[in-house]
């Protein structure tokens, strides 16, 4: 009496709350082959909300970023993301650079993009467990993240501009890996 006539049942859902419990979570699942988006110095929560978005739609496991010098999860970044920053685990990091060694420790290859490097993404084997690492737009990745990486590579430009939105660069990552593993 006094309701609309809809009723929801709703179950609590086990929440992973580090990323090591992440990984040994899909390890106990039988995914042999994250897949990783790793941002260094993302600021702006328009473009954490669209890399969110991005990630969830190319079926990324989780977003990693360093605590200082990046944006956290707010309303922003909410309403940007659609949905996906109650899907995609965020994780902020205390050190990104032990963080990628301790990935590479669980032999997932860390691949970080740079303008400069000499291979392109197209190049690579994002087949296997993967980390990839996008720096913000304007700096990229800061010095230390970048000789963290297992390989650089880059995204062929052909026009005028030098680099993509770090989102739209993230979307370009993830769906090559994705396409490499249909």
């Avoid at 473009?47 to 944006?71: E, S, Y």
Wanted: charged residues 20%; glycine residues 8%.
């Amino acid at each position: 009496h006094g309701h609309q006539g809809v009723a929801a049942r709703v179950e609590a859902v086990a929440q992973v709350r580090t990323l090591d419990e992440l990984l040994d979570e899909l390890e106990a699942r039988g995914v042999k082959n994250p897949l990783l988006l790793v941002l260094d110095g993302v600021t702006d929560p328009h473009n954490l909300g669209a890399c969110l978005r991005v990630a969830d739609g190319a079926g990324a496991h989780a977003v990693i970023a360093p605590k200082d010098h990046a944006v956290g999860i707010n309303a922003t970044v909410a309403k940007v993301a659609s949905g996906a920053a109650e899907t995609v685990p965020y994780f902020m990091v205390t050190n990104l650079a032990r963080t990628l060694n301790e990935l590479k420790e669980r032999n997932i290859w860390v691949i970080g993009t740079s303008g400069d490097a000499d291979k392109t993404l197209y190049q690579v084997d994002l087949k296997g467990p993967v980390a990839l690492v996008l720096g913000a737009e304007g700096p990229g990745m800061r010095q230390l993240t970048r000789k963290t990486c297992d390989e650089l590579v880059k995204i062929p430009m052909q026009g005028a501009v030098e680099s993509l939105n770090v989102s739209v660069a993230s979307a370009v990552c993830l769906y090559e890996a994705l396409r490499q593993r249909a």
